[in-house]
């Protein structure tokens, strides 16, 4: 029930992290790291959705800090600081668009600085100078 079974691949923290409340994201990170093994954890944070999107992006794009908050710390936990840097920071949507490119449509600039600030302590200043 927590992992994607359909051809979508849209998961209940896609839709969670989508929605922008921390409460429903909270618990079912709760049922997940109680029912799940480590590795279906980390198949479950980094899955890629039918717009190529994991829930890092999707909560980018509901402009809540909060939210991004959360599932950053849950990547830190879970996955290798390269998983993070490439399918957090990294991951390109099925438009090319990074979390960054995502969030600068919501006009959040609190969810912008954020991101910004992630990316200066994980990616090196070359990488950086091609997030455009």
């Known amino acids: 029930m927590l992992l994607p079974k359909h051809n979508m691949k849209e998961t209940a923290l896609h839709s969670a992290a989508l929605r922008g409340g921390t409460e429903v994201l909270k618990k079912l990170w709760e049922w997940c790291t109680e029912k799940l093994s ?3 954890v980390n198949e479950l944070l980094l899955t890629i959705d039918y717009m190529k999107e994991m829930t890092f992006n999707r909560a980018a794009r509901s402009g809540g800090t909060e939210v991004l908050q959360k599932i950053w710390e849950w990547g830190n936990e879970s996955v290798t600081p390269d998983e993070l840097k490439c399918n957090l920071l990294l991951n390109k949507n099925c438009w090319k668009q990074m979390a960054l490119h995502v969030s600068a449509q919501t006009d959040k600039t609190e969810v912008l600085q954020k991101l910004w600030e992630w ?7 070359e990488v950086l100078k091609t997030l455009h």
């Open 119 to 125: 990316g200066t302590e994980k990616l090196t200043p």
């Open 38 to 40: 480590a590795e279906e």
